[in-house]
């Protein structure tokens, strides 16, 4: 931060070795662009995020206290969600600190105008001036920044006396949660996908049992063409005839004719290594 006497200059950078964060001409850096309009019309989101990433820069004394939250601090613009993704601020840190920061109050137009109306003529000519040398978008940031100050700071809180220690515990612990969370929602998606998996498989399984002869006079027929994709059909397809007959306490049967189908090709290593892999019986035990 520089003191130039009339104007203050926020630096905000992340210290990275890595390249890849620098992205083409209107990328990422021109979607953060807006972020200094918004600054200049009295939005201090952008100030308040500074704080946060010097928090988690170790920049901060833990007893310190935070400074006036913002209001729509859970509702970044775009340029700030672009600055915040940029830098690398914790999302758990902002969500913990969004927690005191109110909706920002919707601009009313008419107190607008009233305000404005209220202006010294002095004053209006000075930045009627402005606008006519150009700085049009200047004077609005300064009416916009003027306006929400007289109208009492509607846009922020009172200063608050949650300590940057504090904060960073509670992002920690929101953190914690959150995976924790995000864990339980894979486990149970998980647990569905295999209860649902078996559904599949134990239906097709009684899809098989009416046609077992049918199916072992298939896969007999795709070993013969020695093709490696038949071979892999025909092991799925014995896979699945075993499966049913375990299922029926009928394995024994399955094992001797299986072991005279496995001795006929005894002489075909790739389609053995094919049974092996499948837990396919190797011996009557």
């Known amino acids: 931060m520089i ?34 309009s918004e600054l200049a019309a009295g939005d201090l989101r952008l100030l308040y995020l500074a704080w946060l990433l010097a928090i988690q820069s170790d920049e901060v004394d833990d007893e310190d206290t935070e ?32 927690g005191a920061s109110p909706d920002i109050a919707p601009e009313d137009d008419g107190k607008l105008a009233e305000w404005i109306a209220s202006i010294a003529e002095k004053e209006k000519d000075r930045l009627l001036a402005m606008v006519a040398e150009g700085e049009g978008a200047q004077v609005q940031a300064l009416l916009l920044r003027r306006s929400r100050g007289n109208a009492g700071g509607s846009n922020s809180r009172p200063v608050s006396t949650r300590t940057a220690a504090e904060l960073w515990k509670a992002a920690g612990d929101r953190k914690v949660a959150r995976e924790k969370a ?75 004719r299986f072991l005279a189908l496995r001795a006929q090709h005894a002489r075909k290593p790739s389609l053995q290594g094919r049974f092996d892999k499948a837990g ?6």
Request: glycine share 6%; net charge negative; charged share 30%.
């Open 3 to 36: 003191d130039s006497g009339d104007h203050l200059v926020v630096s905000l950078f992340a210290d990275r070795d890595s390249e890849d964060y620098w992205d083409e001409p209107g990328g990422q850096l021109g979607a953060m662009v807006q972020a200094r």
């Open 67 to 98: 400074p006036p939250v913002p209001a729509g601090l859970g509702d970044l613009s775009a340029a700030l969600q672009a600055i915040a993704e940029f830098l690398g601020i914790d999302e758990d840190l902002i969500a913990v600190a969004a």
């Open 182 to 256: 995000a864990e339980q929602r894979r486990s149970e998606r998980q647990a569905r996908e295999a209860a649902a998996k078996e559904a599949a498989y134990a239906k097709r399984l009684d899809e098989l049992a009416p046609q077992t002869e049918a199916a072992w006079k298939q896969a007999a027929e795709m070993i013969e063409t020695k093709s490696p994709r038949d071979y892999d059909q025909a092991v799925a397809l014995l896979s699945d005839l075993y499966a049913l007959a375990r299922r029926q306490e009928d394995s024994a049967s399955f094992t001797e």
């Open 280 to 285: 396919l019986p190797r011996d009557r035990g």
